[in-house]
């Protein structure tokens, strides 16, 4: 048992050589052989051995004699004392590291991006398995300061990301996410959205996201995709024209979107706005397979919604219903 173990594990208990130890010398006031103290507490010899070497590395126990025999107990408040000053003279000397590194690869950022300027394939950075992208996502998040705006797409995870935005509410960033109007229909989601939304996130969705994507303070671009392989990747953008279209796209579909509100699952909220997409892909001659996978729903959700759709119109084909369908949303939009 180590040190971490004791302090991070279960409580100490009845029957815990540790703590049969440490009562036994707090009891005696000291601890004149090991062997004597296992035998009084029927404890193996081993047993015995390794619950005082974690009671002196916890500081709780001190050797009093040169040849390493003799025990006495340590108050444990001191004992505290103790070791939470060595744990902070540790944090101190792992942030000066820290410092150091990156003091280190801020010599180079530079030169990085002077090679950067005169090559366009060096604007975007790629990273691949979810290692690095999980890696990267928490650097990026930890840097974060104001805001982050998120465009969740279609078989996009937005679970992989919740973590990271409830760190940044936490820490009093504005996180606002448009999702696509699949997620309120998928209870697990929308009970997660909604745990986002009750820490303070502003959550939207809309018929179609093209690509997921997170801006982090306006600046730094995270585009997320999937490798042949099956492997997660994203893309870092150092594009400042590519973060001003994502921008403006971002803020297009916000204009357009609905607020998610409460937990009550299902297309309710957003039946009028998502019939017109369904209608808008259906006048363009797309199958129910495309169009349920540009909508990010089942095939068999979005045949349901075509269904309801000709029977409002009356239409005896999908192509007349799509065209109908959308001339009649058209009007309404004039």
């Known amino acids: 048992m180590s040190v971490t173990t ?25 601890i004149e052989a090991v ?5 009084d507490l029927g ?21 009093d004699d040169s040849e390493g025999r003799r025990f006495v ?7 505290s004392a103790s070791l939470v000053s060595s744990v902070e003279r540790e944090i101190y000397q792992r942030r000066e590291l820290i410092d150091q590194i990156r003091e280190r690869m801020g010599a180079f950022r530079s030169e990085y991006g002077d090679a950067g300027r005169s090559s366009a394939a060096s604007a975007v950075e790629y990273l691949v398995g979810a ?7 928490k650097m990026a998040g930890d840097a974060c300061r104001d805001e982050v705006l998120a465009m969740q797409a279609a078989g996009g995870d937005v679970e992989d990301l919740s973590q990271m935005y409830l760190t940044l509410l936490a820490r009093g960033v504005t996180v606002r996410i448009i ?20 820490a303070g996130a502003a959550v939207f969705t809309v018929s179609h ?15 997320f995709g999937v490798e042949d392989d099956g492997e997660a990747s994203v893309a870092r953008v150092h594009s400042h024209g590519i973060a001003k279209f994502l921008l403006d796209l971002f803020n297009h579909l916000w204009e357009t979107a609905t607020p998610l509100e409460g937990v009550e699952v299902g297309y309710a909220n957003v039946a009028d706005d998502l019939q017109q997409a369904i209608a808008s892909l259906m006048a363009k001659g797309y199958t129910d397979e495309v169009v349920a996978r540009k909508l990010g729903m089942s095939v068999r959700s979005c045949r349901r919604h075509i269904a309801m759709l000709m029977r409002d119109l009356d239409a005896t084909s999908r192509f007349q219903a799509g065209v109908q369908a959308a001339r009649r949303y058209l009007g309404a939009a004039g």
């Open 73 to 79: 107990p340590v108050d444990p408040e001191l004992a």
């Open 209 to 223: 996201v093209p690509r997921s994507a997170v801006v982090f303070d306006r600046a730094l671009v995270v585009m």
């Open 6 to 30: 004791l302090f991070t594990g279960r409580s100490p208990a009845d029957g815990d050589p540790v703590t049969d130890i440490y009562r036994y010398a707090a009891r005696k006031g000291v």
């Open 131 to 137: 290692m690095e992208v999980r890696g990267f996502l």
């Open 35 to 39: 062997e004597v103290a296992a035998e």
């Open 179 to 198: 999702c696509q109007h699949r997620s309120r229909a998928d209870v697990s989601t929308r009970m997660l959205l909604k745990r986002l939304t009750d």
């Open 43 to 63: 404890l193996s010899l081993r047993e015995a051995h390794e619950a005082v070497a974690n009671l002196v590395e916890s500081r709780l126990l001190r050797v």
